[in-house]
Nanobody, 125 residues
């Protein structure tokens, strides 16, 4: 059974950086994509970034994080990272990684089949 475990969240000051990790297990992951989503207090879950890795590697970012966040993967460790730089208080949220089978990159949460438990990121001003 596929399992995703996020780590790396924490409490930081505005302008600081964090790197979130999403470790996957229980599958072969040769034809999958991973997305990061977040849920800010009082808001619905929203797309942050995604990567797919079949027939080349493809990326997508929400406009709100483009240029500040970078998604990457370590195929040897079956781990996907979200490097978050220049953090802002509005980035405060629970961050979730999600995995789906398929080569088409998607920003829609319902396209993802497996979800991690989430990791809290708090950015203080």
């Amino acid at each position: 059974q596929v399992q995703l475990v996020e780590s790396g969240g924490g409490f930081v000051q505005a302008g600081d950086s964090l790197r979130l990790s999403c470790a996957a297990s229980g599958g072969t992951f040769s034809n999958y994509g991973v997305g990061w989503f977040r849920q800010r207090p009082g808001k619905e879950r929203e797309f942050v970034a995604a990567v797919t890795w079949n027939l080349g590697t493809h990326y997508a970012y929400a406009d709100s994080v483009k240029g500040r966040f970078t998604i990457s993967r370590d195929s040897a460790k079956v781990t996907v990272y979200l490097q978050m730089n220049s953090l802002k208080p509005e980035d405060t949220a629970v961050y979730y990684c999600a995995l789906r089978q398929g080569v088409v990159i998607t920003r829609r949460s319902y396209d993802y089949d497996y979800w991690g438990q989430g990791t809290q990121v708090t950015v203080s001003s």
